[in-house]
């Protein structure tokens, strides 16, 4: 069974840092593209970022771009999500998914997310 | 930058009825699309892939249409556990970059 399990939020002040981790197993990691999603309080899913399964691609939205670094260790099965000069609307529940197949991440590439964990929550504020 | 618009915002039926939402897109996707379910306190499920896909142990009831700005999400026979919120989720083709839609509401009547 796939399981996904996000941890390292928690209250942070503006301008602080925060890595967030993903725990992956019941798959074989590396071979699959893996994304952040998230949520802010009572509002819409907001795309974060994707990583390909070797890590070696990587992408992100423009709100968070500069500012958050999507990574992997797919020796230890784990995602990471490094945030940055954080700012009070960065405050959310952040997700974590994998991609529902083995395909490469790119151009012409149908990437979508499935399953996605439980979230853990990140709330910037003083 | 695309943008996605659901409509509508809620919408309000009874079990047995037939759902249609709606996700219109303001440039053209192809079908880059895919649609979510997400019930209060959970996270969101991927019901519909590639426009039309029913994703892994997804109900027969559901299912998705249409390509380039306008798709649909129907439910074809409203089932007590299928009232939540619905997404729809935009994917570039390069950079691949991600979009949803701001959400539609399915309560009950």
């Known amino acids: 069974e796939v399981q996904l399990l996000e941890s390292g939020g928690g209250l942070i002040q503006p301008g602080g840092s925060l890595r967030l981790s993903c725990a992956a197993s019941g798959f074989t990691f590396a071979k699959y593209a893996m994304t952040w999603v998230r949520q802010a309080p009572g509002k819409g899913l907001e795309w974060v970022s994707a990583i390909s399964g070797t890590g070696g691609s990587t992408y992100y939205a423009d709100s968070v771009r500069g500012l958050f670094t999507i990574s992997r260790d797919n020796s230890k099965n784990t995602l990471y999500l490094q945030m940055n000069s954080l700012r009070a609307e960065d405050t959310a529940v952040y997700y974590c998914a994998k991609d529902i197949s083995q395909s490469y991440f790119g151009s012409g590439s149908r990437n979508w997310f499935d399953p996605w964990g439980q979230g853990t929550l990140v709330t910037v504020s003083s | 930058e695309i943008v996605l618009t659901q409509s509508p915002a809620t919408l309000s039926l009874s079990p047995g009825e037939r759902a249609t939402l709606s996700c219109r897109a303001s440039?053209?996707?192809?079908?880059?699309l895919a649609w979510y379910q997400q019930k209060p306190g959970q996270a969101p499920r991927l019901l519909i892939y590639d426009a039309s896909n029913r994703a892994t142990d997804i109900p027969a009831r559901f299912s998705g249409s249409g390509s380039g700005t306008d798709f649909t999400l129907t439910i074809s026979s409203l089932e007590p556990e299928d009232f939540a919120v619905y997404y729809c989720q935009l994917r570039s083709d390069w950079p691949p970059l991600y979009t949803f839609g701001q959400g539609t509401k399915l309560e009950i009547k």
């Open positions: 440039q053209s996707v192809s079908s880059y």
